[in-house]
């Protein structure tokens, strides 16, 4: 693989991690807390809506699972195509 191809594919699945780490964000923080609450609120989760609760701190959670889950699959790309710093 020339130094150029291993560029551009590193590049892709760096811009194919962040498409779906972006969507996943989106659809948690504006799709679950705010399109979907009415919705959600049938729901009760520890008492509370978890169309309210998405709103309020599930989204918090999910963005701090998507940072580790960046790491990880950052580390995993940058290993695959020869750019770690190990």
Do not use: C, H
């Not at 020339?2 to 659809?27: D, H, P, Q, R, V």
């Not at 169309?51 to 995993?76: N, P, R």
Request: hydrophobic share 50%; aromatic share 18%; net charge positive.
């Amino acid at each position: 693989m020339t130094s150029e191809s291993n560029a551009k594919a590193y590049w892709s699945a760096t811009l194919g991690l962040l498409t779906k780490i972006l969507i996943i964000w989106f659809i948690v923080s504006y799709g679950a807390g705010i399109l979907l609450v009415d919705v959600l609120n049938g729901i009760k989760l520890g008492g509370y809506p978890l169309g309210f609760w998405f709103a309020q701190q599930g989204s918090i959670y999910v963005f701090i699972a998507l940072i580790f889950w960046y790491a990880k699959s950052m580390g995993a790309i940058d290993r695959k195509y020869g750019m770690s710093e190990d």
